[in-house]
T-cell receptor, first 111, second 110 residues
Framework: DTAVSQTPKYLVTQMGNDKSIKCEQNLGHDTMYWYKQDSKKFLKIMFSYNNKELIINETVPNRFSPKSPDKAHLNLHINSLELGDSAVYFC??????????FGEGSRLTVL | QKEVEQDPGPLSVPEGAIVSLNCTYSNSAFQYFMWYRQYSRKGPELLMYTYSSGNKEDGRFTAQVDKSSKYISLFIRDSQPSDSATYLCAMSDSNYQLIWGAGTKLIIKP
């Protein structure tokens, strides 16, 4: 069983479109995250939710909107996609110990 | 200056060599130190987790923390081609909000 699963794994879309990435964890963790990893492999936190409540919201354009319907799910919706949004987006979860469990990533390409 | 500095590499070594990966940091409040390994097209996975100063060993891997110098290291003994990956350091203070290094790409040549 996959601990943190995210879909889709690959997403190719045109500029200006709206897209969503879904994430689910079956580890029973309270905290979930969205990270963006650029082509140089630098991991940048975007959002963190604890028990469905937003606790971290880094400087991210408001075109990005996270939604947590329950503590096992954290989805990411992106409006009006831009070329610079092309990256790999990782979902992760933790028990608030600093040990993060990551999904396999969703590779977004904006043309 | 970034809070956590890590040389992105790539670092290329022959199979069997001892590998040393390092990060420096500036925030003296950091007390939890982690190393994550990321294979190509995969998510990062936790390799080593250390609290405060000292050494921790797990098989071929040793993590070292020197808080006085604000310097952490990961040593890999008897390196294998399967160790080829990007290694990311991460650290936090008591609120567990991780600050990440840029990652070092390691290549082990057979």
């Amino acid at each position: 069983d996959t601990a943190v699963s995210q879909t889709p794994k690959y997403l190719v879309t045109q500029m200006g479109n709206d897209k969503s990435i879904k994430c689910e964890q079956n580890l029973g963790h309270d905290t979930m995250y969205w990270y963006k990893q650029d082509s140089k492999k630098f991991l940048k936190i975007m959002f963190s939710y604890n028990n469905k409540e937003l606790i971290i919201n880094e400087t991210v354009p408001n075109r990005f909107s996270p939604k947590s319907p329950d503590k096992a799910h954290l989805n990411l919706h992106i409006n009006s996609l831009e070329l610079g949004d092309s990256a790999v987006y990782f979902c992760a979860s933790s028990l608030n110990t600093g040990e993060l469990f990551f999904g396999e990533g969703s590779r977004l390409t904006v043309l | 200056q970034k809070e956590v500095e890590q040389d992105p590499g790539p670092l290329s070594v022959p199979e069997g060599a001892i590998v040393s990966l390092n990060c420096t940091y500036s925030n003296s409040a950091f007390q939890y130190f982690m190393w994550y390994r990321q294979y190509s097209r995969k998510g990062p996975e936790l390799l080593m987790y250390t609290y405060s100063s000292g050494n921790k060993e797990d098989g071929r891997f040793t993590a070292q923390v020197d808080k006085s110098s604000k310097y952490i290291s990961l040593f890999i003994r008897d390196s294998q081609p399967s160790d080829s990956a990007t290694y990311l350091c991460a650290m936090s203070d008591s609120n567990y909000q991780l600050i990440w290094g840029a990652g070092t790409k390691l290549i082990i040549k057979p």
